[in-house]
């Protein structure tokens, strides 16, 4: 339901992004709260973010998302655990949260815990190298040393670029055989 994906077609609002946001003042003012976070001027941008999260709570994981990581770039790391915690509850599948989370938890220097969220955004997305490089420093902190080569292996491998193949057509026999 919260989820919208657009078709390859001229006339679909493909503008719109993967997760609709219906109330148009939390909408209209999403652009602002971005521009300050890119613009490293995050307590502003944690104000704008407020008062969205404030109307819609837990309605919008993104937004949550968001207003966790402005917090963690203020340093406001009890407050971007409290509402990922309250997303979490909510949204226990969502691997943005689990991946701030994770990433919260190493600040704090909570290495179990890390672990765990970044062992469940593993399970989702294999892929992201971010998830292998921080698993490898978890596992060396737990001293588990194969697990930490193993994790170490596979950020070499998702850092690895790949080419395309391309496969030939099959060689379909025409006719009666």
């Known amino acids: 339901e919260r989820i919208r994906l657009s078709a390859n077609d001229a006339n679909h609002e493909s503008q719109k992004p993967l997760e609709a946001i219906e109330d148009p003042q939390i909408q209209n003012s999403a652009r602002l709260r971005e521009l300050l976070q890119m613009r490293n001027y995050h ?3 944690i104000i704008e ?3 969205a999260y404030q ?3 837990n309605k919008y994981p ?3 998302n968001r207003l966790a990581r402005a917090y963690v770039s203020a340093k406001s790391y009890g407050k971007a655990q409290t509402i990922l915690t309250k997303l979490l509850r909510v949204h226990p599948e969502d691997t943005d ?3 701030v989370m994770g990433r919260l938890q190493i600040a704090k220097k909570q290495f179990g815990v890390a672990r765990q969220h970044f062992e469940a955004v593993r399970l989702r997305n294999p ?3 971010e998830i292998h490089e921080a698993l490898a420093l978890l596992y060396r902190q737990e001293n588990h040393p194969k697990l930490a080569e193993l994790e170490t292996r596979f950020l070499d491998l998702s850092r690895t670029q790949r080419t395309q ?4 057509p099959l060689a379909l026999p025409i006719g009666p055989s």
């Not at 193949?165 to 030939?168: A, K, L, S, V, Y």
């Open 43 to 45: 307590k502003a941008a």
């Open 49 to 51: 973010y407020e008062k």
């Open 55 to 57: 109307k819609s709570e």
């Open 62 to 64: 993104s937004l949550v």
């Open 97 to 99: 949260a689990r991946l």
């Open 127 to 129: 892929f992201n190298p």
């Open 165 to 168: 193949r391309q496969f030939p």
